[in-house]
Antibody
Framework: EVQLVESGGGLVQPGGSLRLSCAASGFTFSSYEMNWVRQAPGKGLEWVSYISSSGSTIYYADSVKGRFTISRDNAKNSLYLQMNSLRAEDTAVYYC????????????WGQGTMVTVSS | DIQMTQSPSSLSASVGDRVTITCRASQSISSYLNWYQQKPGKAPKLLIYAASSLQSGVPSRFSGSGSGTDFTLTISSLQPEDFATYYCQQSYSTPRTFGQGTRLEIK
């Protein structure tokens, strides 16, 4: 079964750090581009970051640039999001999503992991 | 950045109704437009890609159309499981912006 499973969310104080992980299974992870998308409570979807299949190309939303770092380990079939200098407005459910290059769409999503930034 | 605007923001309809949701891009995005369905507490699910192509496993009552800046998602006959929030997303350029969502509620 094709699956993405996020982990690493939790409660963190403003200014703190957190590292999210996304474990992929059921497909050739190294062949796919990947993304992080977040959703603040009661709000819509916000794209956060993109990484190419090799990891050589990376993009960030302006709202997280300089604070978040996306990475991947193709040997471990895993995607990561290192989040530093966290702010209250980063509170959200974070989803990893597979990018189907043929369709230019996010065809597989994880279940999400909640990040709460609060003192 | 390309801005995506959906209308309406919310919609009440009955089972069996035909429903149309509109998405407008702030500039031409050709056919690089996707539609997702999200139910409460769940991850989004891809319904339509490239404006009008149905994702595998999605019922044929869902259809998409449009190109350039104006797009529509149509549900031909609403089923109980279709009550959810729908998002459009452009894949023409980074950032891959989403619309604000359309909440489809039971009348």
């Amino acid at each position: 079964e094709v699956q993405l499973v996020e982990s690493g969310g939790g409660l963190v104080q403003p200014g703190g750090s957190l590292r999210l992980s996304c474990a992929a299974s059921g497909f050739t992870f190294s062949s796919y581009e990947m993304n992080w998308v977040r959703q603040a409570p009661g709000k819509g979807l916000e794209w956060v970051s993109y990484i190419s299949s090799s990891g050589s190309t990376i993009y960030y939303a302006d709202s997280v640039k300089g604070r978040f770092t996306i990475s991947r380990d193709n040997a471990k079939n895993s995607l990561y999001l290192q989040m530093n200098s966290l702010r209250a407005e980063d509170t959200a459910v974070y989803y990893c999503a597979r990018d189907d290059g043929d369709r230019d769409a996010f065809d597989i999503w994880g279940q999400g992991t909640m990040v709460t930034v609060s003192s | 950045d390309i801005q995506m605007t959906q209308s309406p923001s919310s919609l009440s309809a009955s089972v069996g109704d035909r429903v149309t949701i509109t998405c407008r891009a702030s500039q031409s995005i050709s056919s690089y437009l996707n539609w997702y369905q999200q139910k409460p507490g769940k991850a989004p699910k891809l319904l339509i890609y490239a404006a009008s192509s149905l994702q595998s496993g999605v019922p044929s009552r869902f259809s998409g159309s449009g190109s350039g800046t104006d797009f529509t998602l149509t549900i031909s006959s609403l089923q109980p499981e279709d009550f959810a929030t729908y998002y459009c997303q452009q894949s023409y350029s980074t950032p891959r912006t989403f619309g604000q969502g359309t909440r489809l509620e039971i009348k």
